[in-house]
């Protein structure tokens, strides 16, 4: 099977901007979650969806969104772009039933210029 | 207030000895916990987890120990190989099977040969 998938893997943009990241989790996995990595905070999870519905929510601001398509695929959405958000974004994805074990893809690396 | 603290950011080990990661957290509530392992430009990896109802869980080189009443769980690799230099992270769910992630910041390990 192939892995969890991102696009694109690295990207620039300046404050104000908005950015959209894609996910394609591993076949037959629906539930895909986003997490944000930078050096002094680890790993934060931003949000999780499953058959296209938002299960859970981080503690992020209302300026990260997400949606997932009907193949399970997943975008989310930063807008108005600040310099903290530069980070690496994770997404994840897990087979039903085998929540606890996710599957990360190799990220998104993001500079807010 | 960080619920998973990994409080050492760095831990070096010579090659066929033992490495010992620690991990505390503070939710009683946790039910789950696993360790991840990360290498550089790649997404986490999953390593190894732990029921709740479970001490010890040991697969291969690597075995995961917990102690619930002091809100403790350690990650064992005997012996260490360089190959095993990477970021580990520990991770634990609340929230049962559909439960959230919550990740320490997590501990790079180096193995010198």
């Known amino acids: 099977k192939a892995g969890v998938t991102q696009t694109p893997r690295y990207l620039i943009k300046t404050r104000g901007q908005q950015v959209t990241l894609s996910c394609s989790p591993i076949s037959g996995h629906r539930s895909v979650s986003w997490y944000q990595q930078t050096p002094g905070q680890g790993l934060q999870f931003l949000f999780e969806y499953f058959s296209e519905t938002q299960r859970n929510k981080g503690n992020f601001p209302g300026r990260f969104s997400g949606r997932q398509f009907s193949n399970s695929r997943s975008e989310m959405n930063v807008s108005t772009l600040e310099l903290g958000d530069s980070a690496l974004y994770l997404c994840?994805?897990?087979?039903?039933?085998?929540?606890?074990?996710?599957?990360f893809g190799p990220g998104t690396r993001l500079l807010v210029l | 207030d960080q619920q998973v603290k990994q409080n050492s950011p760095s831990l070096s080990v010579q090659e066929g000895r033992i490495s010992i990661l620690n991990c505390d957290y503070t939710n009683s509530m946790f039910d789950y916990f696993l360790w991840y392992k990360k290498y550089p430009a790649e997404g986490p990896t999953f390593l190894i987890s732990?029921?709740?109802?479970?001490d010890k869980n040991e697969d291969g080189r690597f075995t995961v120990f917990l102690n619930k009443s002091a809100k403790h769980l350690s990650l064992h690799i005997v012996p260490s190989q360089p190959g095993d230099s990477a970021v580990y992270f520990c991770a634990a769910r609340y929230g049962g099977s559909q439960g959230n992630l919550i990740f320490g910041k997590g501990t790079k390990l180096s193995v010198k040969p």
């Open positions: 994840a994805s897990s087979s039903p039933g085998r929540k606890e074990t996710q599957y």
């Open positions: 732990i029921s709740s109802i479970k």
